[in-house]
């Protein structure tokens, strides 16, 4: 594999650019675009039959683009809803032109019946009782037509089977959905209030249906548009719902990891998906404060007690124990123990990290520093220190310093008088030879 200062790296900030056409019918935040993920990749010039691993796939920009380029690629992410998205991402040109007579027939005959809609069914939170049992409805004939025994086993929902075609119809409702929804978005973007029981929203059912049906056509028109090549497999990617801190593919199995974990500034991404979740209720049954606490960058207090560790480095030992120390309301408690907790998962998952790559294999990592109150969190170096400890040396590291971040939708972010802007890193390692 070339040397990582061959590796071509352009700016990883996602632009409004960046989101239109086919990647614009997946709205979701991600670490870089797919026009960073591609030349990163075309440039490793990586053998026949590699592997790709992006083990925070999210929206699945990594596993796209390898796609794009006739790469094997896996993914993982622990939450379904982006792993639906990355599979509907997935959808070949050559599957267009179904879109729309197959959403004919979804549609066809639909009526909202409360019998399937349950009494706690989360859309309720959003939607008032017909509109509500309408969207069950919808998302029940989804189930029923286009997803096999395959994904719905009795062990359970196997999201890695689903098809990307059956995955693209959810994605059509979710879009009908968060469009219902805007009037409850806040300036936070990952963030959607519940409205009192008299606001919640309702509907009419032609209105829903005529969405739902411009949403899929105006998804056939556009990735009609995507050229085609008959040469690239298109099965190439494999996409898992995995904890990315317990999963890991075989040893030495993995020729380049790309990926962007979540940043440590206390963004809750799973409440992005919040009214998603609901859509996929039956499939998953997951209570979003559940899966919060269990992603990287919880903004939740472990269960368990979990104790800072020297193999983490000496910048992660003298942030934390800044954060310990500051006079601040709570440093001491809840904010120091969601950081230990961010830590102690990025340890776990670069350990995993390196199992999975082969020797002389690289893993390029996009990260964002940030700060606690006025206390500086140099995630790139703390990464870097502790990639080292897992046996990933820091070959390469490139910073690109953005003036507008999310984190900055905090205004209580500005009374620290700290620099404005961020920086993000993209950090190449590389697992030395034995």
């Given amino acids: 594999m070339p040397a990582s200062n061959s590796l071509v790296i352009e700016s990883p900030k996602l632009t409004p650019q960046a989101q239109r056409g086919w990647n614009g019918f997946f709205p979701y935040y991600a670490g870089y675009p797919e026009s960073f993920a591609r030349a990163l990749l075309k440039s490793a010039?990586?053998?026949?039959?590699?592997?790709?691993?992006?083990?925070?796939?999210?929206s699945g920009t990594t596993t796209y683009s390898a796609y794009q380029l006739g790469i094997k690629s896996c993914g993982f992410d622990l939450n379904p809803v982006m792993v639906i998205i990355a599979r509907a991402r997935l959808l070949p040109p050559s599957e267009a032109d179904a879109l729309e007579p197959l959403a004919r027939k979804i549609i066809d005959g639909i009526r909202a019946d409360?019998?399937?809609?349950?009494?706690?069914?989360p859309l309720l939170w959003w939607f008032d009782r017909p509109a509500a049992a309408l969207i069950r409805a919808l998302e029940r004939r989804i189930r029923d037509q286009l997803v096999g025994e395959l994904t719905l086993t009795r062990e359970g929902v196997r999201f890695d089977k689903m098809a990307s075609m059956a995955a693209a119809f959810y994605v059509a409702l979710f879009s009908v959905c968060r469009q219902m929804a805007t009037p409850y978005r806040s300036s936070n973007p990952t963030w959607l209030r519940k409205p009192k029981?008299?606001?919640r929203i309702s509907t009419d059912r032609q209105a829903l249906l005529a969405t739902f049906a411009i949403s899929l056509k105006n998804m056939a028109e556009s990735l009609s548009s995507r050229t085609s090549d008959s040469r690239i497999?298109?099965?190439a990617a494999k996409l898992f719902l995995a904890d990315a801190t317990s999963t890991k593919l075989d040893e030495g199995s993995v020729d380049l990891v790309l990926t962007s974990p979540p940043y440590c500034t206390r963004i809750d991404y799973s409440a992005a998906t919040r009214i998603?979740?609901?859509v996929l209720h039956p499939l998953t049954n997951v209570a979003t404060e559940d899966l919060s606490r269990r992603m990287l960058g919880s903004t939740r207090v472990p269960r368990h007690n979990i104790a800072a560790n020297e193999a983490w480095g000496e910048k992660c030992s003298a942030f934390l124990s800044k954060i310990k120390t500051h006079p601040s309301k709570a440093s001491s408690g809840y904010y120091y123990k969601t950081h230990i907790d961010y830590f102690d998962k990025m340890a776990k998952s670069l350990s995993n990290i390196s199992i999975s790559l082969k020797f002389g294999g690289q893993a390029v990592l996009v990260v964002q520093d940030s700060y606690y109150k006025d206390i500086h969190n140099?995630?790139?170096s703390i990464v870097a220190e502790m990639a080292k400890a897992a046996n990933l040396n820091l070959t390469r590291r490139e910073d690109f310093h953005f003036r507008r971040s999310m984190a900055g939708v905090n205004r209580h972010s500005r009374a620290y008088g700290r620099p404005s802007g961020v920086v993000e890193s993209v950090l190449c390692f590389e697992k030395p030879l034995p």
Avoid: I, K, T
């Fill in 378 to 380: 140099d995630l790139p």
């Fill in 45 to 58: 010039h990586l053998p026949v039959d590699s592997m790709v691993l992006d083990p925070w796939n999210g």
């Fill in 197 to 199: 029981d008299e606001q």
């Fill in 276 to 278: 998603e979740l609901a």
């Fill in 233 to 235: 497999d298109y099965a």
């Fill in 114 to 121: 409360s019998r399937f809609l349950e009494l706690d069914d």
